[in-house]
Every structure is written in structure tokens, then in C-alpha cells.
């Protein structure tokens, strides 16, 4: 099987990587550019675990392919905080809040929050266990990252220039 480049943008930065046709994002991500936020668990798009942002949109990337995201944009949980060292008002949310046990669905359930932040600074309590309910936890109480995200969307507004 033949590699072929795919350009994409990743946190921000143009990315160019050879993959062969058939490699996942989620391996793409980790395996070829040692980005280890997306996990792997159920390996068949049912959790959450590896969900990433594909144009903004949450996706699991264990069941895209790499070569779909040719000329698109790619956010993972490393790309959220400008320096990679101050965290975002949503991930301190997720501090805050003790949300996760043992961390495991954390970036996919806060990717997912993002991506619903970034289109609905207000959101309701019933859009936030909508926007995650893609996303499995095994371990914690799912109210707790309502809590979060809840918390998040009021910091976030407390900041806007507007506000």
C-alpha cells in the first residue's frame, strides 16, 4: 500500500503527514504525530473517548479516516490552550468541578463541550447533556461535567469583552 500526504490544519498549524490509505485519524494523531489526547477504547466510534474536533465539529476519530481530513481543520485536547501551559476556562471548569475519576473520557467530554461553547455561549443544561451524550464515562457522575461545562460557559462569558 502506497502512502499519500494529507495536509491538514492541527491546533492551529499547518500539518503535512504521510499515511496510508487506510490509517485512522485516531492512529494518525497518535502514533505518526504523538498526540495522545484521543484515546482508544471501544475502537468502533461508540464511546468518546478519541473525539477530536474535524471543522469544528465533534468526531470520533477512531472511525475517520486520516485521508478525510485532507485540507480540513483538526482540534485535539494539546491544541487548547495557547502556550500549552495556562489552561482554558473550560478545562479549569473540569478542575473545579472534580469532574473526572480517572481522566480516561475527559478530553473527548471536553472537546465536546467545546465545540458546543464555541457556538452557544448560554447553553441550557438539557443542551449540554445533549452535546455530550456521545461521550461514555465509566467511572464518575455525569452531572458533575454538566456542572463543569455549565461553569465554563459562565467564565467564559464573565471574559468577553461585552460582558
Known sequence: MNNE???FTLNGKLTRVLIRPKDLLSE???EKLGLMSAKIACDEGTCGSCTVLLDGEPVYSCIVL???C????????EGLSE????LTPLQESFLTTNSAQCGFCTPGMIMSAKSL?????EPTREEVKVALSGNVCRCTDYSRYINAVL??????RS???NA
Not at 72 to 77: D, F, I, R, W
Not at 83 to 86: C, E, K, V
Not at 151 to 156: E, M, P, T, V, Y
Request: glycine share 6%; hydrophobic share 40%.
Open 66 to 68: 486520516g485521508l478525510d
Open 28 to 30: 494518525v494523531l497518535r
Open 151 to 156: 461553569l465554563a460557559a459562565k467564565k467564559i
Open 70 to 77: 485532507n485540507a480540513k481543520s483538526v482540534e485535539t485536547l
Open 5 to 7: 500526504a494529507v495536509e
Open 159 to 161: 471574559k468577553a469583552p
Open 117 to 121: 461553547l464555541d457556538k452557544n455561549s
Open 83 to 86: 502556550d500549552g501551559q495556562n
